[in-house]
């Protein structure tokens, strides 16, 4: 009877113990995943900010073509406010499309799948390719508009690679982001309008050609996507 005892003693404190530890992970863990959708929802509103420093840092906001390439070579310093400012902005608004799929079980999984595929492709191709700002801005400080069109149209001619960065970072853009909200439709973690809150901003942005106004609207849009994504992930626990 006394060496049983013994053993039921040694058995407890080595068992006992073992409880702290698996205690502390998951509370580590539960902070990890607070921490990660927290920068779900406020990756919107971080796009919002950029996207309106974009706009503002832009000196040929509203223009495109050869004006705007002149405008680029003539102001260079507010040229890096507006390609920096749209970077973080392009990569903070595909964002959500890539966490959030965490967040859908059940309906609208596999779109949630394909949503992030896409996100994932547009975050790594179209921020990056703000840069091509500055070295047009560059060339043409060096040689001219002339110069920055010849080296614009000799790319686009001769490399296939531009164009498939293009169409990567449009997929991501433009199909994964209204995608992945109507995945967290379909899950029932956000309401309709959340997709019009999506797409509007979209649409404002490229009409407006940068324009401030558009900029606006797109930064209230982005705004709205971001208190829906709040309702989502306390729906989804």
């Known amino acids: 009877m006394t060496t049983m005892t013994n053993h039921q003693d040694i058995d407890s404190s080595f068992t006992t113990p073992s409880a702290a530890p698996q205690t502390v992970t998951r509370t580590g863990t539960s902070k ?6 927290g920068l ?11 996207t309106i420093v974009g706009s503002l840092g832009d000196p040929a906001a509203g223009t495109n073509g050869t004006a705007m390439i002149k405008v680029y070579i003539e102001n260079p310093s507010p040229l890096q406010w507006k390609s920096t400012g749209y970077h973080w902005a392009y990569a903070f608004w595909i964002l959500p499309a890539f966490l959030g799929a965490a967040l859908v079980r059940g309906k609208g999984a596999w779109l949630a799948n394909v949503a992030a595929l896409l996100a994932f492709a547009g975050m790594v191709t179209l921020p990056g390719m703000l840069i091509t700002d500055w070295y047009a801005s560059g060339i043409g400080h060096e040689f001219g508009v002339e110069g920055t069109q010849a080296v614009e149209a000799y790319m686009q001619d001769t490399m296939w690679g531009i164009a498939g960065f293009g169409i990567a970072s ?3 853009f433009l199909i994964g982001t209204p995608l992945s909200v109507i995945a967290l439709m379909r899950a029932g973690l956000v309401r309709w309008w959340t997709l019009p809150a999506v797409v509007l901003p979209l ?3 490229f009409a407006s050609q940068g324009a401030l106004w558009g900029a606006a609207v797109s930064a209230a849009g982005l705004l709205v996507w971001a208190y829906a994504l709040r309702g989502a992930v306390r729906s989804a626990g």
């Open 40 to 50: 779900l929802v406020a990756a919107p509103v971080l796009a919002a900010a950029f």
């Open 170 to 172: 449009m997929a991501g």
């Open 32 to 37: 990890a995943i607070a921490v990660r959708r």
């Open 203 to 205: 649409v404002a942005l």
